[in-house]
């Protein structure tokens, strides 16, 4: 992919390289970590594993990020910046950084069917943006700032939906609730899709229709297929970010407050989610995750 920030990792010093050895990946993939009051954050480039084992991961960057996706010609992140958007978009041949007061805590950015859009969760609203990173549509959610936590983009059945911690008014008024009051629904109709979750995030669906969610305050990930619901506990974990590889599923793996360590991306195997690999990583937490076709 002929892309600047692939560009910019041939610049990268050997202390921006480790490798993680008995990692294996069959799929490149970029990770991004928001990072936390005492430790850096950052865009990560895990390398396709060679025929030897081992994974050899990059760090792009110490930025604080959160969202992040990747489209044949196109890579969007958002940057953790409380009070206002912050976000990078990489063409083939241009950078930008955009910045914004209309937007705050600007959780999830995705590029679906072509479209930019960003969850900004400190305004209760979904945006769609244009390429420059003005904001071309709003939808908003509640009242109060960030009342709903709203934190997770993707398109389901053809439908634009997002990931909230519940349906509250007031400032924050999500906060000490979130157990079962979390959903996924519908951003035009705010028809809910999917009930009964605990601090959601990360909802994605794979090439089969699948509907996955990380239900990160249940330790769990769940997959909603058309007969059945599967679901795959991580006990102590906080699951959040989530990729669809050649026949991987990886799920980011954050520690809960008070436990040591820092975060691992957990390979699965994609038709038994039986667990074939793991990414420990030098960040304390993993916001989201993208395979890529590199």
């Not at 390289?17 to 480039?45: H, I, K, M, N, P």
Request: net charge negative.
């Amino acid at each position: 992919m002929a892309i600047l920030w692939k560009n910019k990792s041939l610049h990268l010093t050997e202390e921006h390289r480790f490798t993680v050895e008995g990692g294996y990946v069959e799929d490149a993939l970029l990770v991004s970590g928001s990072g936390s009051d005492t430790q850096f954050g950052g865009l990560y480039y895990v390398k396709k594993s060679g025929w030897m084992g081992g994974a050899e991961v990059w760090c792009i960057d110490r930025l604080g990020s959160r969202g992040v996706d990747v489209s044949s010609d196109m890579v969007v992140r958002s940057i953790k910046a409380e009070s206002h958007l912050i976000a990078t978009i990489y063409g083939e041949k241009t950078a930008r950084v955009v910045v914004s007061e209309k937007a705050s805590n600007v959780h999830d950015m995705r590029i679906l069917n072509g479209k930019i859009y960003a969850a900004s969760t400190g305004t209760n609203e979904v945006l769609q943006l244009n390429e420059d990173g003005s904001i071309a549509k709003t939808w908003s959610f509640g009242s109060g700032k960030d009342s709903w936590h709203i934190n997770g983009l993707d398109i389901w059945d053809g439908k634009l939906v997002a990931c909230a911690f519940g349906k509250f008014d007031g400032d924050g008024a999500y906060e000490g609730k979130t157990k079962g009051a979390g959903l996924v629904f519908e951003v035009e109709t705010q028809k809910d899709v999917w009930t009964g979750l605990s601090g959601p995030h990360t909802p994605r669906s794979d090439s089969k229709g699948n509907k996955y969610i990380c239900d990160s305050g249940s330790n769990r990930l769940v997959i909603n297929r058309s007969v059945s619901e599967r679901v795959i506990e991580f006990p102590g974990a906080f699951p959040r970010g989530l990729a669809f590889g050649k026949n991987s599923v990886y799920v980011g793996l954050n520690y809960l407050s008070g436990q040591s360590g820092n975060c691992k991306i957990a390979v699965l195997d994609n038709s038994t989610f039986e667990k074939t690999s793991e990414i420990q990583l030098d960040i304390p937490e993993i916001y989201d995750l993208v395979a890529t076709n590199d």
